[in-house]
């Protein structure tokens, strides 16, 4: 399937000189997934509700300052190759190009809205996120927005002083709560009420009940669910106890789960490319399948490598940080690290990593000695 035939022509477009206040406003009016930003009719880049999240710009900035690059796609290009160019680039929407002209946009949600009825394969279980950052009830909106910023992430599972899952706080919630109450209040007043507001507690923000699914459903109806009700993700609860957060499941991760490849070599997807400096993608496969040939049970399906980057420097260098995930047949193996620059800080996380793997394999090990020993008791 080319990807012309589920792009959009229909797309908003905003011009760079504008001001960040005017993509504000489109966000909040429209709540697109992405603004294509163009400079007197050339593309220039796309801007999205959660750079504008991170950002501390005033609405007078012109739009340019937040503009990120997206990967370019031609209308001829395969849903596949999209699919991984759309998490590689850690955006949601890209221009479609059509012999060099921009022609339209790919979404996420276009994507899996043609690829619904082959989703029917794959379960919660086997594409979902374990370890996910969590928030509890009475922290503030403001170390809400930080854990978001910290991680790089557009959600929040909440819970109780208990640990149970209450609600979910999103980037999504968090702007239309700030622009609602500050539009409430003069502009003399909104430096005040925007303290003010970051102070509040995210039991206040937060969207409850939260939207969850379960390990055992179909990643169909786990997408279903998540395009009826414009949700970007579910918080993945035990079949047993649907108050304890388990992990999430995002329409990023069903993406992922489109570009995996049969191919002979492991297959490694890298979020934020653009942010390798030294380090090239076969020198990352080739340092992870080092590691996973220690250990031979562990058969290794899918690598994930996600860099984020911190404004923090050092003598120019940004402080990056580096997560790395793998699927394999005995679960999800994953270990991160930060350092100045991208290979210092897969450095950090691979040996994170190789002690995690090397701990499951300990475990297992265990697991092996004490079987052994309990068929010998059984035997006296």
Known sequence: MDIADIATTDYIELEAESNVGKARSIFEEKNPKGIIVTRAGDYEGVLTQKQLLRSHIEDHTKVD?????????????????????????????????????????????????????????????????ENVVTIAEDATLGQAINRLREHGISRLPVVDDDGFLTGVVTTHDVVEFATRNVEKTTRGDRSGEGDRLLDLPVYDVMSSPAATTSLGESVRDAVERMLDSDYSGLVVTPEDDDRVVGGVVTKTDVLRALSYTEEDVMDVQITNVNLLDTLTRESIRESIAEISDKYQKMQVRHAHVRFHEHKEKLRGTPLIQCKIRLRTNRGQVAGSGEGYGAEQAFSVARDKLERNVLEVKGVESDREYEGQLLRKLGEL
Request: aromatic share 4%; glycine share 8%.
């Open 65 to 129: 300052t937040l503009t990120k690059s997206a990967p370019r796609v031609e209308r001829t290009d395969n849903v596949r190759d999209v699919a991984r160019a759309l998490v590689e680039g850690g955006t949601k929407v890209a221009p479609v190009f059509e012999s060099g002209n921009l022609w339209g946009v790919i979404g996420q949600d276009l994507i899996l809205e043609a690829v619904l009825e082959n989703l029917d394969t794959l379960t919660v279980e086997q594409i979902y996120t």
